[in-house]
Nanobody, 124 residues
Framework: QVQSEESGGGLVQAGAPPRLSCAAS????????MGWFRQASGQQRALVTACSRGGVTTFYTHSVKGRFTISRDNARNTVYLQMNSLKPEETAVYYC?????????????????WGQGTQVTIAS
């Protein structure tokens, strides 16, 4: 079982790109594929990026490709999301999620464990 907690959100000003962190509990973090999702007010939760359990294979939704970077440190049980050039419409609650598998997972309903989310508000 994995319990995770996101941090690093808040009010984002231009020129200060945030890096979200997701710290997970458990001794088998390296067995879990990870994903970052976001949910804006009134919208469904959507995949932002995903990575394999080793972090070598990654996927980005088209709208964030080239601006966001997912990475993980299995020794620290942490996955990161570096977000650059954020747009006001990307204001949302950002969630990390975990599923025990050796592949990447793109569908939110497949993920077993979710953090509580962190609000990211982009100043306009």
């Amino acid at each position: 079982q994995v319990q995770s907690e996101e941090s690093g959100g808040g009010l984002v000003q231009a020129g200060a790109p945030p890096r979200l962190s997701c710290a997970a509990s458990g001794r088998t973090f390296s067995s879990y594929a990870m994903g970052w999702f976001r949910q804006a007010s009134g919208q469904q939760r959507a995949l932002v990026t995903a990575c394999s359990r080793g972090g070598v294979t990654t996927f980005y939704t088209h709208s964030v490709k080239g601006r966001f970077t997912i990475s993980r440190d299995n020794a620290r049980n942490t996955v990161y999301l570096q977000m650059n050039s954020l747009k006001p419409e990307e204001t949302a609650v950002y969630y990390c999620a975990a599923v025990r598998t050796n592949t990447m997972v793109f569908i939110p309903t497949v993920y077993d464990y979710w953090g509580q989310g962190t609000q990211v508000t982009i100043a306009s």
